[in-house]
């Protein structure tokens, strides 16, 4: 078993920042990739970044590309979502999520086994 926390959600300005933490703990020697999806009100969740725990590699999907990041802790078995040039459409609950199994699908939930409660984000305008 693996559980998920995340924190930092909060409510910001359009153009601010957030950072976004998702701590892990249980089995976390087995995993391959975490990653961050967000789910709006009357929406399907969507990917937003991934990281492979082994090289550090990241994913991002094209709204997000240039405005946030991000990056692992190993020590901590922690992963980060910094987030920058916020807009009012970045506005979700953020999850986070992972796997142990290798795939080439970083971008699909149907690919994570473990997912966190989720933290939100308001952007005003």
């Known amino acids: 078993q693996v559980q998920l926390v995340e924190s930092g959600g909060g409510l910001v300005q359009a153009g601010g920042s957030l950072r976004l933490s998702c701590a892990a703990s249980?089995?976390?020697?087995?995993?391959?990739?975490m990653a961050w999806f967000r789910q709006a009100p009357g929406k399907e969740r969507e990917f937003v970044a991934a990281?492979?725990?082994?090289?550090?590699?990241?994913y991002y999907a094209d709204s997000v590309k240039g405005r946030f990041s991000v990056s692992r802790d190993n020590a901590k078995t922690t992963v980060y979502l910094q987030m920058t040039g916020l807009k009012p459409e970045d506005t979700a609950g953020y999850y986070c999520?992972?796997?142990?199994?290798?795939?080439?699908?970083?971008?699909?939930?149907?690919?994570?086994?473990?997912w966190g409660q989720g933290t939100q984000v308001t952007v005003s305008s």
């Open positions: 999520a992972t796997t142990a199994r290798y795939s080439t699908s970083l971008y699909r939930t149907e690919t994570y086994d473990y």
């Open positions: 249980g089995r976390t020697f087995v995993r391959y990739a």
């Open positions: 990281i492979v725990w082994r090289d550090g590699s990241t």
